[in-house]
């Protein structure tokens, strides 16, 4: 732990958990017995995207891409940079992404286009944990979200600083 960050809890294990699984019921009821790829955006919605898929019903399927756009900084560079988007023929399917937290929208508006310009998908939705309440950089919306949070810097279940705090269980937010 690097001494001079001090982590304020915002959302406990026990909260998220409870948000996931509201999602959950909601994707289940609306997916029921419909194959799924679920999409799941490195490496920050790595936790997400396991405790999820833990509570779905129906067949799943598990890609992994990797993108990056924020550097060292707390700041989007407003540049996503897809490190590794290797994925299978994904056309006629039912696609998921699965983001940790929309914040400038750099990154669901990349995903979202990427994916629907590569390939001519039967059904687009985009999950997020987190939905930040700022004035985005670009025009993109998760379909669904578990939590609403204010524009502070978070850490913790996936959400890093200098790729610090991703294991943290619950999440929380550093004063910068
Ligand atoms: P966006 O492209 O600005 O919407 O941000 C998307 C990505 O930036 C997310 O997938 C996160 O990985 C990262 N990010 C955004 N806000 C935070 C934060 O508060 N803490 C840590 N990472 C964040
Ligand atoms: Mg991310």
């Given at each position: 732990m690097v001494k001079e960050d001090k982590i304020k809890p915002l959302l406990t294990e026990e909260e998220i958990q409870d948000g996931i699984q509201k999602l959950a019921d909601e994707l289940n009821k609306r997916y029921e017995n419909k194959e799924v790829y679920l999409i799941c955006v490195l490496k920050g919605s790595v936790m997400f995207m396991v405790d999820l898929a833990k509570r779905l019903t129906m067949p799943v399927k598990m890609e992994f891409v990797k993108l990056s756009s924020y550097?060292?900084?707390?700041?989007?560079?407003?540049k996503v940079v897809a490190v590794d988007i290797t994925l299978p023929d994904l056309s006629g399917k039912n696609v998921l992404v699965i983001e940790d937290i929309v914040d400038s929208g750099h990154t669901a508006r990349f995903m979202i286009d990427y994916l629907n310009n590569r390939f001519k998908l039967n059904d687009f939705k985009f999950c997020a944990l987190l939905n930040k309440k700022v004035k985005r950089a670009v025009e993109a919306e998760a379909d669904y979200y578990c939590f609403e949070v204010d524009n502070k810097f978070l850490v913790g279940y996936g959400l890093d600083k200098d790729g610090c705090?991703?294991?943290?269980?619950y999440i929380g937010y550093i004063e910068v």
């Open positions: 550097g060292s900084g707390t700041t989007s560079s407003g705090y991703r294991n943290l269980p």
